[in-house]
């Protein structure tokens, strides 16, 4: 199996940036399709974004397209996520999950594998 391990997150003011990593550890990463999604208090976990094995496509919900851009370093064993244009409703624990898949997999139920989360704090 693989290991996540999620860094970046933080408190950022509106309108800001910050820049999500997902560290792999474990069976052979570019093998997995990856995904990022995030979860806020009282809500469902919901995805932000995900990209193929090989990077070559990418899904992103109507709620972060434009700003959040999700990307991957084979060689490095590490999955990105660049969030732009931060707003507060994007206050969450944003987790990173795996899945040796061909496709992009969109649902929380699709993924085997999850890292532990990190918080992303947006103040207004």
């Known amino acids: 199996q693989v290991q996540l391990v999620e860094s970046g997150g933080g408190l950022v003011q509106a309108g800001g940036s910050l820049r999500l990593s997902c560290a792999a550890s474990?069976?052979?990463?570019?093998?997995?399709?990856m995904g990022w999604f995030r979860q806020a208090p009282g809500k469902e976990r919901e995805i932000v974004a995900s990209i193929r094995w090989n990077g070559g496509s990418t899904y992103y919900p109507d709620s972060v397209k434009g700003r959040f851009t999700i990307s991957r370093d084979n060689a490095r064993n590490t999955v990105y996520l660049q969030m732009n244009s931060l707003k507060p409703e994007d206050t969450a624990v944003y987790y990173c999950?795996?899945?040796?898949?061909?496709?992009?997999?969109?649902?929380?139920?699709?993924?085997?594998?999850w890292g532990q989360g990190t918080q992303v704090t947006v103040s207004s």
């Open positions: 474990g069976r052979t990463f570019s093998n997995y399709a």
């Open positions: 999950a795996g899945r040796v898949s061909l496709s992009i997999p969109t649902t929380e139920r699709q993924y085997d594998y």
